[in-house]
T-cell receptor, first 113, second 112 residues
Framework: DARVTQTPRDKVTEMGQEVTMRCQPI?????VFWYRQTMMQGLELLAY????????DSGMPKDRFSAEMPDATLATLKIQPSEPRDSAVYFC???????????FGDGTRLSIL | DQQVKQNSPSLSVQEGRISILNCDYT??????FLWYKKYPAEGPTFLIS?????DKNEDGRFTVFLNKSAKHLSLHIVPSQPGDSAVYFC???????????FGQGTELSVKP
């Protein structure tokens, strides 16, 4: 079965450091999503891309977060500088199109000390 | 503003019985609904979906019911199995957009 691949699985770093999370969407999927899961907020959408173009990043704190798709096989989510409140599990998902179910990766568990 | 709500954080069911997970939504523009299942340390996995033009969709042991007038949907699992123990997320979206709005999740525990 094709899967969305996320790296790293776990990341622990100190406040103020830059964090980069990577996602390889399923081949042929043209829509990529970034979600954050916390105990308080549940699963919330941060940003999504279609055909590598950003469509909606209204859920993302713009001052420190940035999301890009350098090519069709790689999506990145960066936090600079990181803060303890950014600690969460970050999921990437991809879909074949806007009306298709999203397939999730296993997430990056981020801890900012 | 929680547009998709799962009011029961947890549910415990005996193996073989029916599990019913509920979800309410507030945005009448939502016209496509999905259920995802999530095991610990894994990403959510798509389970079943329903379009607003239907009121029921069935896939094996899983059935989703949609009541548009009440803005309510439910997931029925019958018979429930211990392997169904997981967190279940309800999600909704407008068909023309890709943005999914998730509920907070319900943790289902199926006891042998």
């Amino acid at each position: 079965d094709a899967r969305v691949t996320q790296t790293p699985r776990d990341k622990v770093t100190e406040m103020g450091q830059e964090v980069t999370m990577r996602c390889q969407p399923i081949l042929g999927h043209n829509t990529v999503f970034w979600y954050r899961q916390t105990m308080m907020q549940g699963l919330e959408l941060l940003a999504y891309f279609r055909n590598r173009a950003p469509l909606d990043d209204s859920g993302m704190p713009k001052d420190r977060f940035s999301a890009e798709m350098p090519d069709a096989t790689l999506a990145t989510l960066k936090i600079q500088p990181s803060e303890p409140r950014d600690s969460a599990v970050y999921f990437c998902a991809s879909a074949r199109g806007s009306g298709q179910p999203q397939h999730f990766g296993d997430g990056t568990r981020l801890s900012i000390l | 503003d929680q547009q998709v709500k799962q009011n029961s954080p947890s549910l415990s069911v005996q193996e073989g019985r029916i599990s019913i997970l509920n979800c309410d939504y507030t945005n009448s523009m939502f016209d496509y609904f999905l259920w995802y299942k999530k095991y610990p340390a894994e990403g959510p996995t798509f389970l079943i979906s329903i379009s607003s033009i239907k009121d029921k969709n069935e896939d094996g042991r899983f059935t989703v019911f949609l009541n548009k007038s009440a803005k309510h949907l439910s997931l029925h699992i019958v018979p429930s199995q211990p392997g169904d123990s997981a967190v279940y997320f309800c999600a909704a979206k407008r068909n023309q957009g890709g943005k999914l709005i998730f509920g907070q999740g319900t943790e289902l525990s199926v006891k042998p």
